[in-house]
């Protein structure tokens, strides 16, 4: 067996991932290699593949292969219709890092233990309209939702 390089999921978490998500770690690899091949055959997708991006969408989607190529195929589409979102994504942007002290989206600490919600608090009034646009504050956000969607811990929330 292949050694996947996925972060494992916490204990308190397992039971969760297995009930709710439909996950069966013996089975993580062969679905991985499944979105890979799909990839692989779709020209039109300029795709991460490792491992840990991927089994966010399985997860995401309760490990349904189709239901998570739907997925990442509109990760992808968005991206490429509207790529003023992704362009400059370098944390240490001056432009990225003001977005980011203003405090327009800010995950609060954790709550009750690994398997507690977590929260985003979401202050759409923090971005100074003046000085930024809706436009770079989407685009910080959307760096932000692509670090948090491979945390395992949210994925199995």
């Known amino acids: 067996m292949v050694n996947l390089a996925i972060r ?3 204990e308190p978490l397992c039971k969760k991932a297995r009930a709710e998500l439909n996950e069966q770690p013996e089975r993580i690899q062969e679905d991985i290699a499944l979105l890979r ?15 840990q991006f991927l089994v966010a969408f399985l997860r995401g989607c309760k490990y349904s292969l189709e239901r998570a190529k739907e997925k990442l ?5 968005v991206r490429t219709m509207s790529p003023e979102l992704i362009r400059t ?7 990225t890092r ?6 327009v989206g800010v995950p609060l600490p954790l709550t009750d233990g690994p398997d507690a919600p977590r929260v985003l608090l979401i202050r759409p009034a923090a971005y100074d309209p003046p000085r930024t646009t809706i436009e770079e504050v989407i685009r910080v956000s959307t760096m932000a939702n692509d670090i948090m969607i491979t945390y395992v811990e949210l994925q199995v929330q």
């Open 73 to 77: 195929d509109m990760f992808y589409t």
């Open 8 to 10: 494992p999921v916490p």
């Open 98 to 103: 003001e977005i980011i002290r203003m405090g």
């Open 89 to 95: 994504r370098d944390p240490l942007d001056p432009k």
């Open 37 to 51: 091949q799909w990839i692989a055959k779709s020209p039109h997708l300029r795709s991460r593949i490792d491992d």
